[in-house]
């Protein structure tokens, strides 16, 4: 059973920049809310699982990338000047009505445009 997390109110402010607000054992741990820009860190920070966070497009749809180099594709994460959090490569959901594709760089979304969708 997941345990209760509180975050400040802080942290749900919205221009907080990507940071890492909880790391969590296993997937099932996750909580069922993360403040805006926030990413839960699944495994250790010495062995990385998973970094799931909710999409910055704000439709409510959850994002799960895998760390782990042995999966493919896996993502990896650099923390910056002021712990704030790179993601690469970019991420990509695609559902058949939307597209989500971004860079998060230096604690920032980055949005690639794409006209296919619109």
């Known amino acids: 059973m997941a345990e209760l997390r509180t975050f400040f109110w802080w942290q749900w402010l919205p221009f907080q920049p990507w940071r890492i607000v909880a790391t969590v054992s296993a997937a099932d741990e996750i ?5 805006r820009n926030g990413f839960v860190l699944v495994g250790t920070k010495q062995n990385p699982k998973w970094l799931v966070f909710d999409c910055p497009c704000r439709t409510g749809h959850r994002i799960m990338i895998s760390l782990d180099r042995n999966h493919r594709p896996h993502w990896s994460i650099h923390t910056g000047k002021k712990n704030k959090l790179t993601v690469s490569p970019s991420v990509d959901s695609r559902t058949a009505s939307r597209r989500c594709h971004y860079f998060i ?3 920032r979304t980055d949005w690639v445009h794409d006209r296919s969708y619109q």
Do not use: E, L, Y
Request: avoid cysteine; glycine fraction near 12%; hydrophobic fraction near 25%.
């Open 105 to 107: 760089r230096n604690g």
């Open 31 to 35: 909580p069922a809310q993360v403040p």
